[in-house]
């Protein structure tokens, strides 16, 4: 057994980057030179060249050394001497690792930043995505929703093919000379969540029959306009935008991945719009029926009707309820006409 070579030597493992088993050596600082004897080999690399990786808690010290190799030594023995060796700057995160108060106020900063991210920050960020994002990309991303829902709630619609018809006519009435809409699409369902309506971001636009069983002929330009401003304002695509960043920011924050594991379909029927979409799509709407010289008593008609199936509680309206007060629709209606 060889003896200490030098008053500070210490001792440590070493690695050499080709076997996994770590050799024991002494290391000691020779001007500025880390030296260690390896199976009589002298090894010697400047201080200045030795990058060590960042470390937590009572982890080894692990030095990254020139030649691929590794050192490891004992955190509590070691890591004054290899601090007076300058090897050893304290990284910021090992500082406030030793100051409680410093976490805490990394704490409150982070939720501060979280509670911004998301009141704030996500839904620009949304939006700025999903205007840039051109409606054929759209298309790609997100055609294989109503496929998903047809797994999961629709059936096919038992409507005849006049009525659909009719149906497309009016749709194609309200978008006429409107090139950014031009590629919006109705589909027919049958469906156990009930009287529904609603926009796929692709540009879909899925009516049940039982809605259409239940509203009267003239109030369903009023449906597919208010479908339309959803479309226009790309408000389905932004709020998943919203959930995939929201979801990101929370895994990030918790380290739970599981919140991102979540299918299109079920974040579809599982979640409402905000108030402020809704109310963009009925103002959309009711600028629509304005310039296209439509009566805008078919919309105070429509929101009558679906505020009385609000209030039957006979269906599963969960769609419905998602919408401001038929009082609060109509009122709108009334101020922008
Ligand atoms: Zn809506």
Redesign the pocket.
Known sequence: MRSNPHPTALPAIYFNGEVLKGTPVNVYNDAGQLVFLVNDTKHAFALRNIKRPESFGNAPIVLDLPNGGTLEFDRESCSSTLQSWKVLSLSWFEKVQYHPTQWLLIGIASIAFAIGLYGQGLPLISKWIAFATPPAKLSELMGNVLIELDDVIFQPSNLDDQAKSTYKQQLNSLIAGRAELSHVRLAFRSSKIGPNAFALPDGTIVLTDELLNFLPAKTIPGVLA?ELG?IQLRHMFRRLLQNALAGTAIAIFSGDVSVLISTLGTQLIAQH?SREF?RE?DLFAIELFVKQGRDLAALELLHEKLGSLDGSGSTDSSYLDS?PGAEERIQLIRENQ
Request: hydrophobic share 15%.
């Open positions: 208010h959803h719009y809704e799509a919408h």
